[in-house]
């Protein structure tokens, strides 16, 4: 195997598209027009072209909508929409800057009408779980009740089990930070374990879950902080590690869209829990990608990656990276 060398390509870097190149190419192009006060048809042009490309691939989909909503900004996704009326993709891009508006402090985003937006994308793609993601994800927003996101909820499972944006809206809901408790995440959990496929686009949930636990635990201070590390040490926790810190850095295991994304939440949770050497191994399977979570919960992320891949990772043998390149 080849040795891990500083490359430029493997240089810590933030890049919020991951591994996927072309999404990376629209992501400027979009970036740029807007720094210069502008945009052209062929701008929104590409951009239809990279959503369209991922075709029934739902978990890229989900990706590149929301890499493209945030370098997007709110105005331009409403102009493709104004232009593109009947265009399923240029609706979702709509609806998904609109979600990320309203989790702004006074951003006066009617969810309501982002609601209506996401049952007219459903209708125009009925096999797309996209559309009932986001309205799942509004409904999480304004802490509605459980019944309301249940219809939804069996919406998305019919068209995409292991869809890994809905799984993680619905673990947010679930949390005991939002509008439910530790025991209602363990029920979601439970319920997954035995049925998801091990290199599903879900398959960080219980991760997810587990550094939520220990950051709020250290956030709760006192002997809560002090017996954070603890957590790593429960069975269920150790199983978890165990699994994820043997198969997920091999080559091809993981192929979904955010691979990478649930590598950088491995190697975090690895690095807290003790377990340095595969840390290591998982940081190098990163290639260097970094995501702003969880790493950004000790300080700015990618000072905490490069730390902690100085430490543990640079100069041992490479440890390949994952998910599709495009």
Not at 31 to 53: K, P, Q
Not at 60 to 83: E, Y
Not at 126 to 155: G, H, K, M, N, V
């Amino acid at each position: 195997m080849p040795v891990f060398r500083r490359r430029k390509g493997s240089l810590p870097r933030l890049v919020p598209e991951l591994d996927d190149r072309t999404l990376g190419q629209v992501r400027r192009r979009v970036e740029t027009c807007w720094s210069r006060g502008s945009l052209d048809t062929a701008v929104m042009a590409s951009m239809a072209d990279v959503i369209s490309e991922a075709g029934q691939d739902w978990d890229r989909k989900a990706h590149r909508l929301a890499v493209l909503a945030r370098a997007a900004g709110r105005s331009l996704p409403g102009i493709w929409r104004q232009h593109n009326p009947q265009n399923q993709n240029a609706l979702l891009l709509h609806a998904w800057s609109d979600l990320m508006q309203a989790r702004q402090e006074g951003a006066g985003v009617d969810l309501h009408e982002t609601r209506e937006t996401c049952r007219l994308a459903a209708e125009m793609l009925p096999a797309d779980p996209t559309p009932w993601t986001l309205y799942l994800a509004t409904l999480r927003l304004e802490q509605r009740p459980s019944t309301e996101l249940s219809a939804i909820w069996r919406e998305i499972k019919a068209r995409d089990p292991w869809n890994r944006e809905a799984h993680l809206q619905a673990l947010g809901y679930l949390s005991p930070d939002e509008c439910g408790s530790s025991a209602l995440v363990l029920d979601l959990l439970d319920g997954v374990r035995a049925a998801m496929p091990p290199d599903a686009p879900a398959a960080g949930l219980e991760l997810t879950s587990l550094i939520s636990s220990h950051q709020r635990a250290v956030l709760g201070g006192g002997l809560m902080a002090v017996g954070a590390g603890e957590i790593w040490r429960r069975p269920d926790a150790a199983k978890a590690l165990d699994h994820a810190a043997h198969f997920w850095p091999g080559p091809g295991f993981l192929t979904h869209a955010a691979a990478l994304a649930d590598l950088n939440l491995l190697a975090y949770a690895l690095i807290k829990a003790g377990r340095t050497t595969e840390a290591g191994t998982a940081l190098r399977a990163t290639g260097g990608v970094v995501t702003p979570w969880p790493w950004s919960m000790d300080g700015d992320a990618l000072e905490r990656f490069s730390h902690y891949h100085g430490r543990y990772a640079a100069g041992d043998p490479d440890g390949g990276s994952t998910g599709r390149r495009r």
